[in-house]
């Protein structure tokens, strides 16, 4: 009962929906003691063919089959997934997007950080306990993967919601390429992508809703409907409405909210959003859900790009699929209005501020991203397993290697993260974790200055992904209150293999005495050759000796593939094994 004793009388917020918010928070942390169970889920990651826009390609299905399954649990449940790779010639690992992982850290899944890649034919653990509720999602974590279809929704019921509704719609969107990851990967990560396209990312071929096109949701009149919309797509932003219907936004990121009423919603890659919608009382006609893709983000619009996808709401089966022309009205909702349904104060007298100027430059030929000048490249030890091993020397940034990007933060300190974008584009960066406030965000074109940074509201929004705008910034903020290692990344997969990757090494001394790698996680290292002690570059005598750490990227990158192809179709879209 020790957290509750620094929630005194005069230190709760007066609004009487804080103090509901308040009580709910106390309830997420005891009841599901009471009424947990264990979920387990048996995984085959395998190869199967799938056509979500008509065009037939090989996806990574599960158990055989595509779209990949939702985990859908209780809070406060414990969740074993035994993953099997059957992928034949790549690699693979799993994240659980937005799960903070608590005392779990080897389970947060990105290989080379907190894991190392599961190699085909061998089966891998994930056992943890879901103390969040929420919408979230599952995917790939290794090299750009889950660009070919590994990717589903993970869905945590709480009984104790503050809000009611009848029945539950999950609705992912995303957009899809019809060229396989491991191609276009080599291709954005060439010289060739340069001269041809100024190092542009690949154009995605379509949008898809529920990994589909023209998906139908049968409604029935007169209920509320709680709809859990993701974007799980790799690249762009995705807007989202419902024809004649009004949203109401109650959780964002797996944060409640106050109830927001809107129109339309924008979802960068990796953000979620909850909506009540209600529905009509007549069955006279059925109605469009429309969503675009945001081309405001590609290079170019070529003529074959089909960035728009419908769904239906169908009231009558026997009646009519309403046509409608494109989204082209764009005016979402602005997600810093809105405000956490528990009240959480602005987080003030920072401890600890970093400011990451990021950009992109050309190295040896290729479009590489900088954060503070520095490229990320993965580390010869998973970045975690360096943390667990190097004893005193944990809280010294130098053993996690230049290119690791490494800050250390001391436990519960309060951080500030000030995100500088000197790019054209827009990203969506996302902290694994935690979730932060968004204490400001700037307009495009706009200098730092941080006397005109002024938190926006006393209750700031939090979330797990924000989009900081082009050549503007923005300022979250966090507590330290979950040791472990945690990235802070783009979230367009394009740009993590560019290496626009930061790490945090949370509280190691506390990790040190409170976590211990799986004897199963250890040997799938081994098996590898990969060292799971040692500095960056795996010396276990001096670790502020880096002779051998990676500091170059890897200038032949075909993404998860062990044994790449000899020979390079045009364009680096397609090749011959």
Known sequence: MARMAFLTQSSLPNHPSCRFGIALMLLFTYLPLVFSRTVTYNWDVSWVNASPDGFSRPVIGINGLWPCPPISVTIGDRVIINLRNNLGNETTSLHFHGLFQTGSNTMDGPAGVTQCPIPPGEMF??????????????????????????????????????????EEVVLTVSDWYRDQAPGLVNYFQSPQNVIDHDGAEPIPNSALMQDAQNSKINVKPGKTYLFRVANIGSFVGSYLSFEDHEMTIVEVDGVYTEPQKTNQIYLTVAQRYSVLVTTKSSTDRNFVIQSTLDTDMFDTIPPWAQPDVNGYLVYNSKKPLPALPPLRDLAPFDDMKLKPKDCQRVLGRVDHQIIMEMDFITDAGVNRAIINN??????????????????????????????????????????????????????????????????????????????????????????????????????????????????????????????????????????????AIPHQHRKICEQQGIPTRGNAAGNTKDYTDLTGANTEFEKNNWGALITPPKKLAKMGLEFNA
Do not use: M
């Not at 869905?155 to 809000?163: G, N, Y």
């Open 125 to 166: 653990t994930y056992d943890f306990v879901v103390q969040q509720p929420g919408t979230y999602w599952y995917h790939s974590h290794r090299k750009a993967q889950y660009i070919d279809g590994f990717r589903g929704a993970f869905i945590v019921h709480d009984p104790s919601a503050p809000f009611k509704y009848d």
């Open 374 to 515: 520095n490229s990320y490249v993965p580390q010869k030890v998973p970045t975690l397993y360096t943390a667990l091993s190097a004893g005193k020397q944990a809280t010294n940034p130098v053993v996690y290697g230049v290119n690791s990007n490494s800050y250390v933060l001391r436990y519960n300190e309060v951080v500030e993260v000030v995100l500088i974008n000197h790019d054209d584009g827009g990203h969506p960066w996302h902290l694994h974790g935690h979730n932060f406030q968004i204490i400001d965000r700037s307009p495009t074109d706009t200098e730092y200055n941080p006397a005109n940074v002024v938190p926006l509201s006393k209750t700031p929004i939090r979330r797990d992904v924000v989009q900081v705008r082009s050549k503007g910034y923005v300022v979250i903020r966090f507590r330290a209150d979950n040791p472990g290692v945690q990235l802070f990344h783009c979230h367009i997969e394009w740009h993590v293999e560019a290496g626009l990757v930061a790490t945090f090494i949370e509280a190691p001394e506390k990790l040190q005495n409170s976590l």
